[in-house]
């Protein structure tokens, strides 16, 4: 079956970075749009930043473009997603979505916390 695993969040100070990874199995990974998310206790899921399958065309919330980076290897069947800058506003639990264009079914990975705070 389908599997999506978030790893790399923890605990960082205001101006800090951290790499988030999400690793999917059980699918042809080139196929699938891959999405960063992120939530808040009591707030709507919100989109970070995509990458398109098989890989180049991305898109950025605005309040992370300049800060973040997604990036896909599908060889290893892994997108990325660097922070860097972060703000205690990046504090959230981040979630990776695959979902191949046009289709409506996705996969969701359980979330890693990130904990923005000095």
């Known amino acids: 079956q389908v599997q999506v695993v978030e790893s790399g969040g923890g605990l960082v100070q205001p101006g800090g970075s951290l790499r988030l990874s999400c690793t999917a199995s059980?699918?042809?990974?080139?196929?699938?749009?891959m999405t960063w998310y992120r939530q808040t206790p009591g707030k709507e899921r919100d989109m970070v930043a995509t990458?398109?399958?098989?890989?180049?065309?991305?898109d950025y919330a605005d309040s992370v473009k300049g800060r973040f980076t997604i990036s896909r290897d599908n060889a290893k069947n892994t997108v990325y997603l660097q922070m860097n800058s972060l703000k205690l506003e990046d504090t959230a639990v981040y979630y990776c979505?695959?979902?191949?264009?046009?289709?409506?079914?996705?996969?969701w990975g359980q979330g890693t916390q990130v904990i923005v705070s000095s």
């Open positions: 990458i398109a399958s098989p890989g180049g065309s991305t």
């Open positions: 979505k695959a979902q191949r264009p046009a289709f409506r079914v996705a996969y």
């Open positions: 059980g699918l042809t990974f080139s196929n699938y749009a």
